[in-house]
């Protein structure tokens, strides 16, 4: 059965039958206790060689003897037949107590399973906040109170990226409008006119294509997985160096290339976007005539990629912000440059998606380092990773 099954339930009904199966258990196990303590001491009354009466010794004394024998009988079913009645009022007994005991343990279940039902998003910031000593109940409890504060802030994140998202869209799509009410507004538009306004409307389709293009590869990152093959870091990290290298030409930044075999397995498409990522953000948000370097290797049989960049300087408090969804340096939003601000969100996508670490600090002279450990693997068709490989130049 499924939590929100579970939830669903009456709070009586499944308070009531758990209280049941306590109460029966708890009965039984008196039962069953007593029906032993009494075979005891049955069997050892039978064993016992004194008597109830004080035997006399006689001319009489075989007569006496049975007559004593047949009374110690009865006198051992008479302890039987009381001992029995005895047992079936405790048994009576047992069941009310064990009601009254089982009620009493459940009552804080019942209290937090009622707690529960009545929490949606509107309130998902409310919690259970049992008091008393550290016990299961409790741990219990703080289990589910630490559930319900990992659901609110995906919930908030949720909410946060949906309202940029949506802002985002709008902008464009406001844009779009503004422009062919004017084109068609104008009574003196000409050709040239109409050609400058499709070439615009074109770029802004373009930059639209491109949010929701990362938009989906963010949310199919975060699926997780559907398939692991080898991939080499090195090799995706040549790909996005020759692709950025326009960019950074034209920006005047360098880059530096410490390249070493790098294997892992996963998803090498969404791999590949990982380190496109990395490269794009580094020479993006750089400044002019920095520099970038990108090493690749293997670290205690990880694969490892390194991005080191030069650019403004970041607040240390700043930098998890970075990997947000559409946020930017201090308190400034994505613009539409082409970079919406999810590029390092699809990086920890990604990077969580195949269980990779993500180390980032910020440089005390400006700009960002950013390592990314993949988990330890045997990739077909490497002779083997040594313990440490050490990157270089290329």
């Known amino acids: 059965m499924r939590l929100h099954d579970l939830l669903r339930l009456s709070p009586h009904h499944s308070y009531r039958t758990v209280r049941v199966r306590l109460t029966a258990l708890y009965s039984t196990l008196f039962t069953i206790s007593g029906a032993v303590l009494l075979a005891i001491t049955y069997w050892l009354m039978r064993r016992s060689k004194t008597g109830l009466v004080v035997i006399v010794y006689n ?3 075989p007569e006496i003897r049975e007559h004593l024998r047949r009374l110690r009988e009865a006198q051992l079913r008479e302890l039987l037949m009381q001992s029995g009645i005895a047992l079936a009022i405790m048994v ?6 064990g009601w009254l005991v089982a009620g009493r343990v459940l009552r804080p279940l019942r209290t937090m399973t009622s707690t529960i039902q009545q929490i949606s998003a509107r309130n998902v910031h409310e919690r259970l906040a049992v008091p008393g ?24 994140a949720h909410k946060r990226f949906v309202a940029n998202a949506a802002h985002e869209l709008r ?9 062919l009410e004017e084109t068609l507004t104008n009574g003196d538009a000409t050709l040239a006119t109409y050609r ?20 989906l590869t963010l949310a199919s990152s975060e699926r997780g997985l559907d398939r692991q093959e080898p991939f080499d870091l090195s090799v995706l990290a040549r790909q996005a160096l020759d692709a950025a290298r326009p ?5 005047g930044v360098r880059l530096g290339v ?8 996963g998803d090498p498409a969404l791999a590949a976007r990982l380190v496109a990522n990395l490269v794009d953000n580094a020479v993006h948000h750089n400044t002019t005539g920095g520099h970038v370097e990108v090493s690749t290797g293997t670290r205690a049989g990880r694969a490892l990629i390194s991005v080191i960049n030069t650019g403004e300087p970041i607040p240390p408090q700043q930098v998890g912000r970075l990997f947000e969804p559409f946020q930017r340096l201090g308190e400034r939003t994505a613009r539409n440059d082409g970079h919406h601000g999810l590029g390092l969100s699809i990086v920890r996508a990604i990077a969580t998606a195949h269980g990779a670490d993500i180390t980032a600090q910020a440089l005390p002279s400006g700009g960002l380092s950013i390592e990314i450990h993949f988990p330890a693997t045997t990739v077909p068709g490497h002779p083997g990773i040594p313990e440490t490989t050490q990157p270089r130049s290329g």
Request: proline letters at 5%.
């Open 59 to 61: 001319e009489r004394g």
């Open 92 to 97: 009576v007994i047992s069941i009310a107590l």
């Open 133 to 156: 000593p550290r016990d299961e109940m409790k741990d219990l409890a703080d289990t589910v109170d630490g559930l319900l504060g990992r659901l609110e802030t995906a919930l908030n």
């Open 171 to 179: 902008t464009p799509l406001t844009l779009e409008r503004a422009l």
């Open 196 to 215: 400058a306004t499709s070439e615009r409307l074109l770029e802004l389709s373009k930059d639209q294509a491109q949010l929701l293009d990362a938009l």
């Open 247 to 251: 960019e950074a030409d034209a920006r």
């Open 258 to 265: 410490r390249i070493a075999p790098a294997p892992a397995a």
